[in-house]
């Protein structure tokens, strides 16, 4: 009876294990045998990756060749880390790496190391630096996403003189991160006073909120707008300036049109948010990626550009970005089917939904 309870036991840890692969960030495999494809993401505290891109991306994979297998791993924004686990998809038989990388020009190492095993390599929303062995580049008109930001802050900004506005970027370790800014700087410099800007290491939220602090702390609450590049450094802002005591919230920027940020701008808390479609994205990396797994040729039809690393002109599929404000909430993410009015409007928010016109 011991016997049997202690192989139950065994059993269930086995199983637990088995099961529990994908959430730590060990790498993990779903579908059938066949071909092996990797996808190798960067961290998940940003909603979009396990929510969207993940299972997007797996699902168009099993539906384009049933038989081929996912390889899965996110890295959390460890750099080495990720370098592991694109070792560890290698040694596993991996025919193609589809890597978002951690860090644009530590991921060349991992380029390489897949190239001198003749495994494609599809560099994911963010660029590979400065390596001829990447083959394809997915992903948005990053510096559109930074004038898009810029823009719609000089918008919120409209009959204020001289107004000063506090930035808080990406993670420099990212390229996106540099094209944003880089978009956000062409629009607003000249026509605002940029009084404090932080580059924010691993996009980190908690980051974000000390920057955001002491930016209050250094200009006496005096700020009229708030560049953030991204939902999860906005978010962090805003919530800094709530506890600060920041009355009105000036307008603040965004990217990702997370769940919770579409609900702050409902409620007035945050002004704009880029919505970029990750369906398309995502499905147009699977493309590639079973086409390249299968040996067959990518059409030359999906590729509508170069984008240079530094190294070669990558193939590149760039999407376009979208501004979304309150006024738009329903022509864009909800019309899109990104976001269903009931995972919006929950009796939170059910009021702020039906002033938009979102019922
Ligand atoms: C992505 C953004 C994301 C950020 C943090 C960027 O490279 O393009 O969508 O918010 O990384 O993960």
């Not at 139950?8 to 637990?16: K, N």
């Not at 071909?35 to 993401?41: D, F, H, R, T, Y």
Request: net charge neutral; with cysteine; charged share 15%.
């Amino acid at each position: 009876m011991a016997g049997l309870r202690t192989l139950l036991a065994l059993l269930v840890v086995a199983v637990v294990a088995v099961a529990g692969c994908g959430n730590t960030g060990g790498g993990s495999s779903s579908g059938g045998g066949g071909k092996k494809i990797a996808l190798l993401l960067p961290e998940s505290k940003t909603a979009r990756y396990e929510a969207k891109d993940r299972p997007l991306f797996q699902d168009k994979v099993k539906a384009l060749c049933s038989d081929c297998q996912v390889l899965y791993s996110n890295a959390n924004q460890d750099s080495a880390a990720q370098q592991s686990q694109a070792e560890a998809a290698l040694t596993n038989g991996a025919a193609v790496l589809v890597l978002d990388a951690v860090d644009g020009a530590a991921a060349a190492g991992i380029a390489q190391k897949a190239k001198a095993q003749n495994v494609p390599v599809i560099s994911y929303d963010r660029l590979i630096l400065n390596s001829a062995a990447v083959n394809y580049y997915i992903s948005f008109d990053n510096v559109a996403v930074g004038k898009l930001q810029g823009t719609a802050l000089l918008q919120a900004l409209t009959g204020k003189t001289s107004p000063s506005i506090v930035m808080i970027n990406g993670d420099p370790a990212d390229n996106n991160a540099k094209l944003f800014k880089q978009g956000a700087h062409s629009v607003l410099d000249g026509k605002v006073t940029v009084a404090k800007e932080y580059d924010t290491p691993n996009w980190s939220g908690d980051q974000a909120q000390n920057e955001m602090q002491q930016a209050l702390t250094a200009l006496a609450n005096k700020v009229d707008g708030v560049y953030a590049a991204n939902d999860t450094t906005g978010g962090a802002a805003i919530a800094a300036m709530k506890s600060a005591g920041v009355r009105p919230l000036p307008p603040t920027t965004g990217q990702d049109a997370d769940l919770a940020a579409i609900q702050r701008i409902l409620i007035g808390e945050q002004y704009m948010t880029v919505y970029k479609a990750i369906k398309p994205e995502a499905e147009g990396a699977a493309e590639l990626a079973v086409d390249l797994a299968l040996g067959k040729q990518v059409p030359s039809s999906m590729v509508n550009g170069k984008t240079n690393n530094g190294a070669a002109d990558v193939p590149s599929i760039l999407l376009t970005p979208q501004t979304v404000t309150k006024s738009t909430i329903g022509t864009t993410v909800i019309q899109d089917g990104y976001w269903t009015k009931e995972q919006l409007c929950t009796s939170q928010y059910a009021d702020a939904c039906k002033t938009a016109g979102i019922t």
